[in-house]
């Protein structure tokens, strides 16, 4: 018996659930019979291989499916050769496209430049981090959002055209919320639960699966709700208020990935240089979960709230790059001077700090700008004071010869 995520795949655009802004310019673009190199990135499961069959199946193109890990260049180089004369161009899927090497990146940058083929890649990490600038520069980069509840309500309804049974609202939810966005788990539920019974119940469905399997995307509003109010109690430093809504996001199913994500942007944006430390131990946590999954990561998130709810805090970092970026974007930009430039024949007045016993008065910016102010809160102040004493150490210097 085929499995439910092949049997209910859709083969053309329109029978694909969600992603209707990526769908309307791909109807824009087999109109018009001009197709770009495109990489998909987003999570698991929220169709960038089916999107991509469709694309196929659309132009009536030869699909080829590799997988960015085991790629063999020869065996891409033949199915090129074979085309040569062919009538259509062969469309080349690569999943996990960031695992590609940089020989396997650039052996595709010709077929690229003269589109003796199509190529489409996928992945679930971002494309800006993990491809070669002359692949993102080929491609057009679209993110794949997760399946919603309305996009679910949409599958469901065609899975009951071929399947007759019964599901209630309270199980129908649930089928929803613990796929996290994601059509195959979706699927395989619900696939499983109706080999249990016909009638699908929540505590069958809780019986295959006890918690959601990725991040949680639920419409319902408490999702974005408790992940507000959990980041708005570490910053308020209440401990017991961040282990209560940390226990509601791990109850109402938030994977540990997604929770510590937001861990590691609060212990940037608002803890800083103030506890330095803090970015270390959440980047560690985001680590530590990706490996270690429930029940044990619960542990991991508790050690590192706690800790973030109970440092220093200080936002001067993130307000000075607001600050220097809202000037970038409104002001013209500053000319680089001269002596800053190893190219210009005025390097040679540059003046390097470490002969000057570790600093010399030098302008570094055509103007005096001023973007970062300190807080003067727990490490920032040990910051302040190590600045004005590697200048009065230099000052000092230069005067005793």
Request: hydrophobic share 40%.
């Amino acid at each position: 018996m085929q499995a439910f995520a092949l049997k209910f795949r859709p083969k053309l655009l329109e029978q694909i659930c969600g992603q209707s802004q990526i769908k309307e310019a791909f109807r824009k673009f087999i109109l018009a019979n001009k197709i770009p190199h495109s990489i998909f990135y987003g999570p698991a499961g929220c169709g960038k291989t089916t999107f991509a069959r469709a694309v196929a199946n659309e132009l009536e193109y030869d699909f080829y499916e590799f997988d960015g890990g085991n790629l063999k260049i020869d065996e891409f180089r033949k199915i090129l050769k074979n085309h040569e004369n062919a009538l259509t161009k062969p469309l080349f899927f690569v999943d996990e496209v960031h695992r590609l090497s940089k020989t396997q990146q650039e052996a595709l940058l010709i077929p690229m430049e003269n589109y003796r083929a199509l190529i489409i890649g996928a992945s679930t990490e971002n494309p800006f981090f993990t491809l070669s600038s002359g692949i993102r520069s080929r491609s057009m980069l679209f993110e794949f959002k997760p399946l919603c509840s309305q996009d679910f309500d949409i599958l469901l309804t065609r899975v009951k055209e071929e399947i007759d049974f019964n599901i209630d609202d309270e199980a129908k939810e649930y089928l929803a919320k613990s796929s996290g966005g994601d059509a195959r788990s979706y699927l395989n539920l619900l696939e499983f639960a109706l080999t249990l019974d016909t009638n699908i119940s929540l505590t069958n469905l809780k019986t295959l699966r006890a918690n959601a399997v990725s991040e949680g995307v639920s419409e319902d509003d408490t999702h974005y709700h408790l992940a507000s109010v959990f980041i708005k109690s570490l910053r308020g430093s209440d401990t017991d208020a961040v282990i209560y809504y940390l226990a509601r996001l791990i109850d109402a199913g938030e994977s540990a990935d997604f929770i510590a994500r937001r861990m590691v942007i609060f212990a940037s944006e608002d803890i800083g240089n103030a506890n330095p430390n803090a970015l270390n131990l959440a980047s560690s946590t985001l680590n530590a979960v990706s490996k270690i999954g429930y029940p044990e990561a619960r542990i991991i998130l508790a050690q590192c709230a706690v800790y973030l709810a109970n440092s220093p805090k200080s936002n001067s970092s993130y307000e000075a790059i607001n600050s220097a970026l809202k000037y970038v974007k409104n002001e013209t930009p500053l000319q680089i001077p001269p002596y800053l430039i190893n190219t210009n024949p005025d390097i040679k007045f540059y003046l390097y700090p470490h002969d000057f016993g570790g600093w010399v008065e030098q302008k570094y910016m055509q103007k005096d700008l001023k973007f970062y102010h300190s807080k003067k809160i727990g490490f920032e102040k040990t910051l302040d004071e190590w600045a004005l004493k590697i200048r009065q150490n230099a000052k000092e210097k230069k005067e005793n010869g």
